[in-house]
């Protein structure tokens, strides 16, 4: 009797619910959400690593961890941020939105993309493996150089080294993989000046790193060699040279700067003009500022080498295209504040730390200057000073950027909105807790505080600081318990809401939220680079 | 979050956290890098000060227009929900104005930190001849050595004289290390396998205590600290003298005990991060102790107490020196150790 009925349609595995699908998936939204959610969860671990280094500098001389463990956390906690938080949470971000915003139905490379997700967790397990390994963690820095990282034992270091490769291979799968896709898949009207913002700063944030990490993979791979084949590439006392591999390290660590702040600035040019009911001033402007921030970043590595010894001429280079990073950079901070010139401002969240991150990566930005000059350099190189720089700009920046974007997209990924409360005393807390924490340890660097030290004998102010500083942190861990609680219970039972919540501009919110598999039944055609606004107007026209 | 008022009062906490916070620089010393005490680190303040008079125009001008922006164009209670701003999309003008601007502030900003190069870098001129005092610096793991003209030699302790170009030669001989004592001048680096060269001229006497490593070099990093004593020129030549070399100075064994050993195994020798090694014979036996600190450290499987060769590069007199200090110190020597035990 059942023998003619046609057959229950089937799903293909990758959009069954449950675990089997999350595992199996190539949906370019599901491995977004996988990409955040476990970078998320290595923020987390970075964090509370951060919270024990604080503790331990609270005062001086205190015993709170030992020596060694001191120096595995500031390791594994730079190391995670960078490689196994940034990177992967804009993946993630990008994974989700990309191929949306661009009216695609997915990745160009579905499974390369789910292979990328695959080696990005293994990397991170392989690096927090580090904390247990034989003979003790990873201790010689996020940067690892050499000679010191050769010579320390145990097997921590090797499997930094490992964690590095499986995560330096995920991040090139995927830059490809999104060059790819932008390049050839987008919908038709979407001319390279119709993108959204957000997709320029992910062609820029795959093109440099598909330049950059070749070489770093090179760099740790001769490392491995130095400490476990007996080569000595970078061992002067067998010929090597330990300058090269500094080199060969800036030239990816200073590109992977702006590969974790312009994203993050995409997302600011996305989310201001919908708050601030206008269109984005001057987008041509930003958009080939991101360019022009991707292309001076590559030419600038050494101005992390000022005190090495280079030729002065040379450091004069360096300084000078430094210096010319700050051009686009401003071209972008006053475009976005002509964007809010004469709107209609709304204080929601994403909004919120989208003004955040202007007031601080100012600060930021600023202080770069400092240390591009390179006499400053000298007084302040691995100072404190850099550790607050380097925060304002990667903290005040770009995690100010992925706050604003994560509650932005949050009713589009999971078709529910976030509770507003807990979401505006997550945005104080931080706001307040950050300068806290880091505006101080400019003050500290200046007073001759050098970093990755696990203690230190002066009193006075300088203690002082450090007790602020300290402070700041848990006021920044009560903002992020807020996030946490926030989007666990929003996830779960926020109110629901429809497929464009915002008023937005771009393609993401023509689709239904969240999502189906297939993203769009129908791409509406491009004529600008506010498509979605285009279609509202056309509506109210015809009614 | 309801009510204007509420909106109102956070955005001026906004406010005041951004335009506060500058101010804290007047702090003690939080006025830049410390008053310096030679015409380099003098030099360094001044484009310090200078980068930091336009940081702080430029500073003003993008937080007081944020804030500005968000008081005046926050939107009302009253402001009907489907009210957009006015369509603009741009100004050329605009966009060449606030790329040139920075452009040529930028520019300036770089010929002035150039022309100051030549005072911060501080080589000797011809005036200098003869003037130049040449002193060795030796980054260990986690000691700074210091050998003078005459081949005395210091351990974290540096004394100077004043009014002299100092010539420091910095080099390492295991990991890098960075020399910096933030009242003298900026930092430089010391690297195995290369030689680098920092000058300065003391203009005050004084003791710095200040001194630090500043690059990671391992596990006691933060322990490799030490102090610069300016003295006058007479006070520097009795040191030199007092300070020749001679053989096994006891006094010069401690500094190097307290330098090179007791950072890890203890003043007492009694263990910290290193074992206790108080009355262990090796202390006192040339050849063992040659072996353990001149040529391949301590690296035992399954023990992550790993100990660089912390006496890489001393001479056969270093060694000796140490072993006499160690010989003259009953608890470090044990029984048996210590000369007519």
């Given at each position: 009797m059942a023998v003619n009925a046609p057959p229950a349609p089937v799903a293909p595995r990758w959009q069954e619910s449950g675990a089997a699908g999350w595992l199996a998936t190539v949906d370019h939204k599901r491995i977004g959400l996988l990409y955040i959610v476990t970078a998320f969860g290595f923020f987390f671990a970075g964090g509370v690593m951060a919270l024990l280094m604080r503790l331990q500098l609270?005062?001086?001389?205190?015993?709170?961890?030992t020596k060694d463990n001191y120096n595995a956390l500031f390791t594994l906690h730079g190391t995670s941020m960078i490689f196994l938080f940034v990177v992967p949470v804009l993946a993630g971000f990008a994974n989700y939105l990309v191929p949306l915003m661009i009216g695609a139905k997915d990745m160009a490379f579905p499974r390369l993309n789910a292979m990328s997700y695959w080696f990005f967790l293994a990397g991170g397990l392989v690096l927090m493996s580090s904390f247990f390994a034989d003979g003790g963690p990873a201790q010689a820095g996020w940067y690892a150089f050499p000679p010191l990282s050769v010579q320390l034992p145990g097997n921590g270091q090797d499997l930094w080294i490992l964690g590095i490769h499986l995560t330096t291979l995920s991040s090139l799968a995927g830059a490809i993989n999104f060059i790819v896709t932008i390049h050839n898949m987008r919908t038709a009207g979407m001319t390279w000046l119709r993108m959204p913002l957000f997709v320029w700063t992910i062609e820029a944030y795959a093109v440099l790193l598909l330049l950059t990490l070749p070489v770093v993979t090179a760099a740790v791979t001769l490392l491995l060699l130095d400490r476990r084949a007996g080569t000595s590439f970078f061992l002067p006392d067998e010929?090597?040279?330990?300058?090269l591999y500094q080199h060969m390290f800036w030239f990816f660590g200073h590109p992977e700067v702006y590969v974790m702040i312009l994203p993050a600035f995409g997302m600011v040019s996305e989310v201001l003009p919908v708050f601030a009911r206008k269109p984005i001033f001057g987008y041509k402007a930003i958009a080939f500022s991101t360019i022009g921030i991707a292309f001076a970043g590559m030419l600038v590595w050494a101005h992390h080498m000022f005190t090495v010894g280079l030729p002065v001429w040379l450091n004069a280079v360096f300084a000078l295209t430094s210096f010319a990073v700050a051009i686009p950079t401003s071209i972008k901070i006053f475009n976005w504040l002509a964007t809010l010139w004469r709107g209609h401002i709304s204080f929601r969240v994403p909004m919120l730390f989208c003004l955040g991150l202007l007031g601080l990566f100012t600060i930021g930005g600023l202080s770069g200057i400092f240390l591009a000059a390179f006499p400053i350099d000298y007084q302040a190189h691995d100072s404190y000073y850099v550790v607050a720089h380097m925060h304002y700009v990667l903290f005040g920046g770009t995690a100010f950027g992925l706050f604003a974007g994560t509650y932005y997209w949050f009713p589009k990924m999971t078709g529910r909105m976030y509770d507003e409360r807990l979401a505006q005393w997550h945005f104080w807390l931080i706001f307040i807790g950050f300068n806290m924490t880091f505006f101080v340890q400019h003050l500290l660097g200046l007073l001759g505080m050098p970093r990755r030290?696990?203690?230190?004998t002066r009193e006075g102010a300088f203690e002082n600081y450090n007790l602020v500083s300290t402070i700041g942190t848990w006021v920044m861990t009560l903002g992020l318990l807020f996030f946490l609680v926030n989007m666990i219970k929003s996830w779960r039972s926020g109110p629901r809401v429809g497929s464009d919540p915002w008023k937005a501009d771009t393609l993401e919110w023509y689709a239904t939220s969240p999502p189906p598999p297939h993203n769009f039944d129908s791409v509406p055609y491009v004529t600008s680079h506010r498509p979605l606004r285009d279609l509202r107007m056309r509506v109210e026209r015809q009614r | 979050m309801n009510g204007s008022r509420v909106v109102l009062a956070l955005l001026v906490l906004f406010a005041a956290t951004l335009l506060v916070l500058p101010l804290t620089f007047g702090l003690p010393g939080g006025t830049g890098p410390p008053e310096a005490v030679t015409e380099s680190g003098d030099a360094i303040n001044q484009v310090y000060w200078v980068v930091f008079g336009m940081a702080a125009v430029v500073f003003l001008i993008i937080e007081v227009t944020l804030i500005a922006f968000i008081f005046r164009f926050r939107r009302r209670p009253e402001t009907p929900p489907n009210v957009e701003g006015p369509q603009i999309h741009g100004n050329t003008r605009a966009e060449i104005v606030w790329t040139v601007i920075p452009a040529v502030l930028l520019l300036i900003l770089a010929i002035y930190t150039f022309s100051r190069v030549p005072e911060v870098e501080a080589k000797p001129g011809g005036g200098d001849m003869g003037n130049v005092v040449t002193i060795e610096v030796t980054g260990h793991q986690f000691y700074w050595q210091y050998r003078y003209p005459n081949d005395a030699l210091s351990y974290d302790e540096l004394v100077l004289p004043i009014d002299r170009k100092i010539r420091l030669v910095l080099n390492s001989e295991d990991v890098n290390h960075s020399w910096w004592v933030p009242e003298l001048t900026g930092k430089r680096d010391a690297i195995p396998g290369q030689t680098n060269t920092l000058y300065f001229t003391p203009n005050t006497t004084g003791v710095f205590?200040?001194?630090?490593?500043?690059?990671?070099?391992?596990?006691q990093h933060a322990r490799m600290t030490m102090r610069v004593e300016v003295v006058s020129q007479e006070d520097f030549d009795a040191w030199l003298e007092e300070n020749a070399p001679e053989a096994e100075d006891i006094a010069l064994g401690e500094s190097q005990w307290e330098a090179a050993c007791a950072k890890c195994h203890g003043l007492d020798g009694g263990?910290?991060?290193?074992?206790?090694?108080?009355?262990?014979?090796i202390l006192t036996n040339p050849e063992a102790l040659d072996l353990l600190v001149r040529v391949r450290g301590q690296n035992l499987p399954g023990n992550p107490s790993y100990m660089p060769?912390?006496?890489?590069?001393?001479?056969d007199e270093q060694l000796a020196t140490l072993i006499a200090y160690v010989k003259s110190n009953e608890q470090l020597a044990g029984p048996g150790g210590a000369d007519g035990g």
């Amino acid at each position: 009797m059942a023998v003619n009925a046609p057959p229950a349609p089937v799903a293909p595995r990758w959009q069954e619910s449950g675990a089997a699908g999350w595992l199996a998936t190539v949906d370019h939204k599901r491995i977004g959400l996988l990409y955040i959610v476990t970078a998320f969860g290595f923020f987390f671990a970075g964090g509370v690593m951060a919270l024990l280094m604080r503790l331990q500098l609270m005062q001086a001389e205190l015993d709170v961890v030992t020596k060694d463990n001191y120096n595995a956390l500031f390791t594994l906690h730079g190391t995670s941020m960078i490689f196994l938080f940034v990177v992967p949470v804009l993946a993630g971000f990008a994974n989700y939105l990309v191929p949306l915003m661009i009216g695609a139905k997915d990745m160009a490379f579905p499974r390369l993309n789910a292979m990328s997700y695959w080696f990005f967790l293994a990397g991170g397990l392989v690096l927090m493996s580090s904390f247990f390994a034989d003979g003790g963690p990873a201790q010689a820095g996020w940067y690892a150089f050499p000679p010191l990282s050769v010579q320390l034992p145990g097997n921590g270091q090797d499997l930094w080294i490992l964690g590095i490769h499986l995560t330096t291979l995920s991040s090139l799968a995927g830059a490809i993989n999104f060059i790819v896709t932008i390049h050839n898949m987008r919908t038709a009207g979407m001319t390279w000046l119709r993108m959204p913002l957000f997709v320029w700063t992910i062609e820029a944030y795959a093109v440099l790193l598909l330049l950059t990490l070749p070489v770093v993979t090179a760099a740790v791979t001769l490392l491995l060699l130095d400490r476990r084949a007996g080569t000595s590439f970078f061992l002067p006392d067998e010929g090597g040279s330990a300058v090269l591999y500094q080199h060969m390290f800036w030239f990816f660590g200073h590109p992977e700067v702006y590969v974790m702040i312009l994203p993050a600035f995409g997302m600011v040019s996305e989310v201001l003009p919908v708050f601030a009911r206008k269109p984005i001033f001057g987008y041509k402007a930003i958009a080939f500022s991101t360019i022009g921030i991707a292309f001076a970043g590559m030419l600038v590595w050494a101005h992390h080498m000022f005190t090495v010894g280079l030729p002065v001429w040379l450091n004069a280079v360096f300084a000078l295209t430094s210096f010319a990073v700050a051009i686009p950079t401003s071209i972008k901070i006053f475009n976005w504040l002509a964007t809010l010139w004469r709107g209609h401002i709304s204080f929601r969240v994403p909004m919120l730390f989208c003004l955040g991150l202007l007031g601080l990566f100012t600060i930021g930005g600023l202080s770069g200057i400092f240390l591009a000059a390179f006499p400053i350099d000298y007084q302040a190189h691995d100072s404190y000073y850099v550790v607050a720089h380097m925060h304002y700009v990667l903290f005040g920046g770009t995690a100010f950027g992925l706050f604003a974007g994560t509650y932005y997209w949050f009713p589009k990924m999971t078709g529910r909105m976030y509770d507003e409360r807990l979401a505006q005393w997550h945005f104080w807390l931080i706001f307040i807790g950050f300068n806290m924490t880091f505006f101080v340890q400019h003050l500290l660097g200046l007073l001759g505080m050098p970093r990755r030290v696990y203690t230190y004998t002066r009193e006075g102010a300088f203690e002082n600081y450090n007790l602020v500083s300290t402070i700041g942190t848990w006021v920044m861990t009560l903002g992020l318990l807020f996030f946490l609680v926030n989007m666990i219970k929003s996830w779960r039972s926020g109110p629901r809401v429809g497929s464009d919540p915002w008023k937005a501009d771009t393609l993401e919110w023509y689709a239904t939220s969240p999502p189906p598999p297939h993203n769009f039944d129908s791409v509406p055609y491009v004529t600008s680079h506010r498509p979605l606004r285009d279609l509202r107007m056309r509506v109210e026209r015809q009614r | 979050m309801n009510g204007s008022r509420v909106v109102l009062a956070l955005l001026v906490l906004f406010a005041a956290t951004l335009l506060v916070l500058p101010l804290t620089f007047g702090l003690p010393g939080g006025t830049g890098p410390p008053e310096a005490v030679t015409e380099s680190g003098d030099a360094i303040n001044q484009v310090y000060w200078v980068v930091f008079g336009m940081a702080a125009v430029v500073f003003l001008i993008i937080e007081v227009t944020l804030i500005a922006f968000i008081f005046r164009f926050r939107r009302r209670p009253e402001t009907p929900p489907n009210v957009e701003g006015p369509q603009i999309h741009g100004n050329t003008r605009a966009e060449i104005v606030w790329t040139v601007i920075p452009a040529v502030l930028l520019l300036i900003l770089a010929i002035y930190t150039f022309s100051r190069v030549p005072e911060v870098e501080a080589k000797p001129g011809g005036g200098d001849m003869g003037n130049v005092v040449t002193i060795e610096v030796t980054g260990h793991q986690f000691y700074w050595q210091y050998r003078y003209p005459n081949d005395a030699l210091s351990y974290d302790e540096l004394v100077l004289p004043i009014d002299r170009k100092i010539r420091l030669v910095l080099n390492s001989e295991d990991v890098n290390h960075s020399w910096w004592v933030p009242e003298l001048t900026g930092k430089r680096d010391a690297i195995p396998g290369q030689t680098n060269t920092l000058y300065f001229t003391p203009n005050t006497t004084g003791v710095f205590e200040n001194g630090v490593c500043g690059e990671f070099c391992g596990i006691q990093h933060a322990r490799m600290t030490m102090r610069v004593e300016v003295v006058s020129q007479e006070d520097f030549d009795a040191w030199l003298e007092e300070n020749a070399p001679e053989a096994e100075d006891i006094a010069l064994g401690e500094s190097q005990w307290e330098a090179a050993c007791a950072k890890c195994h203890g003043l007492d020798g009694g263990g910290d991060i290193g074992p206790a090694i108080a009355g262990n014979s090796i202390l006192t036996n040339p050849e063992a102790l040659d072996l353990l600190v001149r040529v391949r450290g301590q690296n035992l499987p399954g023990n992550p107490s790993y100990m660089p060769p912390v006496g890489k590069g001393w001479t056969d007199e270093q060694l000796a020196t140490l072993i006499a200090y160690v010989k003259s110190n009953e608890q470090l020597a044990g029984p048996g150790g210590a000369d007519g035990g």
